[in-house]
């Protein structure tokens, strides 16, 4: 699927509760935005939505390595492969091959 990438970055930090070290690489994508209507809320427009989401840490250093290699002071357009994790939130985990692109 063709996302449009407009940063990539790692958040690293102490866990408040668990005060167990993390890093966490994330990436702000581009996507269509979506009008959004419901009985307390309306949200119109045209153009793009950021969202944040999380890449996996199998991925990670791959991922930051193409974005930055891509990387000239506009967003990337890139071919990624995201998965649901346990909270049913998708998660970047690898980038589409030009073999699984031929196969359509």
């Not at 492969?81 to 031929?102: A, F, H, W, Y």
């Amino acid at each position: 699927m063709k996302f449009i990438v407009a940063a990539a970055f790692t958040n690293t930090g102490i866990a408040k509760a668990s005060q167990q070290s993390y890093s966490m690489t994330r990436a702000l994508v581009l996507m269509p935005f979506t009008d959004v209507e419901n009985s307390n809320f309306q949200s119109r427009g045209e153009g793009f939505s950021a969202v944040e989401l999380s890449v996996a840490s199998s991925f990670a250093t791959q991922f930051q390595n193409q974005f930055n290699s891509s990387f000239k002071g506009s967003p990337v357009q890139m071919e990624l492969i995201t998965s649901l994790d346990r909270e049913g939130r998708n998660v970047i985990v690898g980038l589409e091959s030009s073999q699984n692109k031929t196969a359509a």
